[in-house]
């Protein structure tokens, strides 16, 4: 029991790490931001977008880039090319921002309420194992 929960705690440490340079899949929100161009134009860009179920972002004046599988970074940078190639503008800024509810992490096995609960990041359980570490957990936990 006590090594499931281990294997458990090492995978969702390493789901935190993770979690900064997560790659988009569908139905993710993303907020997008764009910079670098005249006001009006920010209004029509500046947004929240959901993934569609074939991985893109439909966005105006360039209408679908594909999202899924990419890091935001990534993304950025090809919705920041797409506005270049097709003329739209000439020096865009692209900012994204996850939505922190869009990922979750499945609570199974030996507990209470297996569940599907919002990812959050708590720097209580950033945790660094080194081998022979013993972790104690509360018999409530199960």
Do not use: W
């Not at 340079?21 to 929240?48: H, S, Y």
């Not at 297996?114 to 194992?129: I, Q």
């Amino acid at each position: 029991m006590r090594r499931i929960f281990l294997i458990f705690l090492f995978f969702f440490a390493c789901a935190t790490a993770v979690f900064a340079q997560a790659t988009l899949r569908p139905g993710d929100p993303l907020e997008i931001r764009i910079g670098g161009v005249p006001n009006e134009e920010q209004l029509q860009v500046n947004n929240t977008y959901t993934i569609d179920a074939n991985g893109s972002v439909n966005l105006p004046h360039i209408n679908k880039v594909k999202a899924q599988g990419l890091t935001p970074a990534e993304l950025s940078r090809a919705i920041e090319e797409a506005y270049r190639a097709n003329k739209i503008y000439t020096n865009p800024n692209i900012t994204i921002l996850m939505q922190p509810t869009a990922r979750y992490v499945n609570v199974g096995g030996s507990v209470r309420n297996p569940t599907r609960v919002p990812f959050r990041r708590d720097p209580s359980l950033d945790v660094r194992l080194q081998p022979g570490d013993r972790i104690e957990v509360p018999q409530s936990f199960f």
